[in-house]
């Protein structure tokens, strides 16, 4: 039998152990968060599908003492973020497969809704209610606002952008020797420059900027 100072140890160890994971957890989200990644609407669809499912399930077996007026509240805050992150998100079309780029607004929904959870963690160990489901409600509509903003972009007929994130200037403009070099009588081919977008807020930038026109980020 577990002696009650062993027990107190090994809730402590535990305790430290998780706080060091979720520590690492959040570093590796501050670096990876704008990393560009392929979407679909059906990734969409199982991205707001998965935490929909685990909700449902954890509130079947585990319940909340919060009530329902709190919970419809929880989830209307949630769901602003989320289509304020779906917004924010860039998306555009690139070989014919659709992309997508988190921004800084990504860090702003994160530290918002990171913010009530602690706090419902907070009031709820002051009240002893188990308040757990309500952090779950927000993150769950997050997901759904910003996943279904997401399926509704990509269901727009020519909605998304052509463009790759970088685009050289000479590549957009052809120089005079290669032009000369073209057999007499060929047409002339005139390809549109892809868009540019600033990778530190997300702004249209125009093919001469080398620094951001919104956020004066320097462009590589």
Avoid: H
Avoid at 125 to 139: A, Q
Avoid at 169 to 190: L, M, N, W, Y
């Amino acid at each position: 039998m577990i002696k009650p100072t062993d027990l107190a140890l090994i809730l402590k160890i535990v305790r430290y152990g998780s706080l060091a994971i979720s520590i690492l957890l959040i570093l590796r989200m501050f670096r990876t968060f704008r990393r560009t990644r392929t979407i679909s609407r059906k990734s969409c669809v199982l991205a707001a599908l998965f935490p929909v499912v685990t909700l449902v399930i954890y509130f079947a077996i585990i319940g909340s003492k919060l009530t329902a007026p709190a919970l419809a509240a929880l989830s209307v805050f949630g769901l602003a973020l989320g289509i304020v992150q779906g917004r924010k998100t860039r998306v555009w079309q690139e070989n014919g497969k659709a992309r997508a780029q988190n921004t800084l607004w990504f860090l702003v929904v994160w530290a918002v809704s990171y913010a009530t959870m602690q706090t419902l963690v907070v009031v709820g160990n002051s009240l002893s209610l188990n308040v757990g489901i309500g952090g779950m409600f927000i993150s769950t509509a997050i997901a759904v606002g910003s996943q279904g903003l997401l399926f509704a972009r990509l269901s727009r007929p020519g909605g998304l952008p052509e463009g790759s994130l970088f685009t050289s200037a000479a590549a957009a403009s052809p120089s005079s020797s290669a032009r000369e070099d073209k057999p007499a009588g060929a047409e002339a081919v005139v390809r549109p420059a892809a868009r540019r977008f600033c990778t530190a807020c997300g702004a249209q930038l125009l093919t001469a900027d080398r620094f951001c026109r919104s956020c004066r980020a320097p462009i590589n």
